[in-house]
């Protein structure tokens, strides 16, 4: 009789043990799940950049993107958490990813312009920039904007200094000549195909930098200074995404990570010329 007991009582100690590892390992199985849908829950954000060239953003052949808009979104993806896949689209047809929603985010060191912010968010600026117009350092006929007239003008199509330049042209009497590529216009004014180039000041020094026989003069006349920004879509979406990125970006210029990219690029802190 006894021995029957005992016996009873160690099969229902076996029950319960095996109970209790079965309920173990469904929590097991639970937790990997739980980890598993936590990352494919991970916020994915469509980038799409021109990737033309340095100091700005470059795409190479083998997919390798540098640039400031490269390295400010590693660390964005690497606080945030999110999938970053980089599109490249020509530097004019970028708004169109954005407007047929097949990019969240046009990144290429945009100027925040009137145009821009009435149809898409933007965000707040990372650095400032400067637009201004060059000649080559040998030209001593060019001193002022009234000297232009009658001139050749090279700007890189949909560049900030575009809408001045355009409307310059008309004002004073000057013929506008668009690139798509910034290095091709300086380029060319360096050869004398054109007489005189707008583009942003941290783009002109880049460029001398990296070409040290090619002198250009800045001439003393600014054309504007500008914030530069991401653009998004304005939708729902697209203000919830612009929201979150703000405060990353604002994290990023609070502990100098972005004074530290531009200074590589750039040869300068550019956040010191946000315009407030």
């Known amino acids: 009789m006894k021995k029957r007991i005992l016996a009873a009582m160690l099969a229902a100690v076996m029950v319960v043990a095996v109970a209790a590892g079965c309920g173990k390992s ?3 199985k639970t937790d990997a799940s739980g980890d598993a849908e936590s990352k494919d829950e991970a916020r994915k954000v469509v980038l799409v950049t021109s990737g033309a060239g340095e100091p700005y953003s470059l795409l190479a052949d083998d997919g390798t993107w540098t ?5 400010m979104w590693a660390e964005i993806e690497k606080r945030t958490g999110w999938e970053v896949e980089v599109k490249q689209a020509a530097f004019d047809s970028i708004w169109g990813e954005l407007d047929t929603n097949r990019a969240d985010v046009a990144a290429n060191c945009w100027a925040v312009k009137p145009e821009r912010t009435e149809k898409y968010y933007a965000s707040i600026p990372y650095y400032g920039d400067a637009q201004c117009i060059i000649v080559p350092e040998s030209n001593t006929d060019i001193n002022t904007f009234d000297d232009l007239k009658g001139k050749k003008v090279g700007c890189t199509n949909g560049q900030a200094a575009q809408t001045i330049i355009e409307q310059m042209s008309g004002e004073i009497g000057f013929e506008v000549v ?3 590529d910034s290095t091709v216009g300086m380029n060319d004014l ?5 007489d005189a180039y707008a583009n942003t000041t941290t783009n002109v020094n880049n460029f001398m930098h990296y070409n040290d026989t090619i002198k250009f003069r800045f001439l003393d006349e600014d054309l504007t200074a500008n914030n ?23 994290e990023m210029l609070d502990d100098g990570t972005v004074a530290k990219i531009t200074e590589k690029w750039m040869f300068a802190d550019m956040t010191q010329l946000i315009q407030k």
């Open 228 to 250: 530069v920004a991401y653009f998004i879509q304005k939708t729902d979406e697209g203000k919830e995404l612009c929201d979150e990125l703000n405060k990353v970006l604002q």
């Open 67 to 71: 640039g400031i808009d490269a390295e």
């Open 26 to 28: 469904s929590d097991s």
């Open 190 to 194: 360096n050869l004398g195909r054109v």
């Open 178 to 180: 668009l690139y798509e």
